[in-house]
């Protein structure tokens, strides 16, 4: 079957650095996104991985390993505001995205 | 861009009526689905169209529930003799592109109609 893997959930501090991993076991490999969602609102585009390496846009970066099945999303210099889950997607070679179940980071002060 | 719209914003409904939802999507956009999202859970894919056709319906999604794009402008999401497990959010999302596959550009997703089924 068809599985993405991420952390439940995770707690960090305001002003740290927070890295939200994801695992990924599809059928072929089109490309990974990253979406992040504030409680109650749509989820919005952050990233798309599609090569190996690390894509960085401001404060968010995110790293795609193909041989791995895996990726992360590096969040620097938290605030506040980046209380929110996050959510993995991978599309498979069938062109069907795989939804993550989301990872729910808390930032305190 | 006024982004994609959905309507109603929340929806109660007794068990057993009919709902319809509208979404307009951004109207450069060829291409919108709708999914289907519980709390905690990723979207989950109800259903596809490019323009008006409508060309994947996820395979979990009963004959209770219709989507049409007739002017592959704005759609809709009909339930039918709506049960309490239908209560979740309910989410459109439009994207643009040329390409074979569906999702090779980011999805714009509206902020959902959320339905409550007593």
């Known amino acids: 079957g068809q599985n993405i893997d991420q952390p439940t959930e995770m707690t960090a501090t305001e002003g740290a650095i927070v890295q939200i991993n994801c695992t990924y076991q599809t059928s072929g490999f089109n490309g990974l996104f990253w979406y992040q969602q504030h409680a109650g609102e749509a989820p919005t585009f952050l990233s798309y991985n599609v090569l190996d390496g690390l894509e960085e846009k401001g404060r968010f970066s995110s790293f795609l390993s193909r041989s791995k099945g895996y990726s992360y999303l590096l969040l620097k210099e938290l605030q506040m505001k980046d209380s929110a889950s996050y959510l993995c997607a991978v599309e498979d070679s069938n062109y069907q995205l795989i939804w993550g179940a989301g990872t729910k980071l808390i930032i305190k002060p | 861009d006024t982004g994609v719209s959905q309507d109603p914003r929340h929806k109660i409904t007794k068990r057993g009526q009919n709902v319809t939802f509208r979404c307009d999507p951004i109207?450069?956009?060829?291409?919108l689905y709708w999914y289907r999202q519980t709390l905690g859970q990723g979207p989950e894919f109800l259903t596809y169209f490019q323009n008006e056709a409508q060309l994947e319906k996820s395979r979990l999604l009963s004959d209770r529930f219709s989507a049409e794009r007739p002017k592959g402008s704005f759609s809709t999401l009909e339930i039918q003799r709506t049960e309490q497990g239908d209560s979740a959010m309910y989410l459109c999302?439009?994207?643009?592109?040329?390409?074979?596959?569906?999702?090779?550009?980011?999805?714009?997703f509206g902020n959902g109609t959320r339905l409550t089924v007593t």
């Open positions: 999302a439009s994207s643009s592109t040329n390409s074979a596959g569906p999702y090779n550009s980011p999805l714009h």
């Open positions: 109207s450069e956009h060829n291409r």
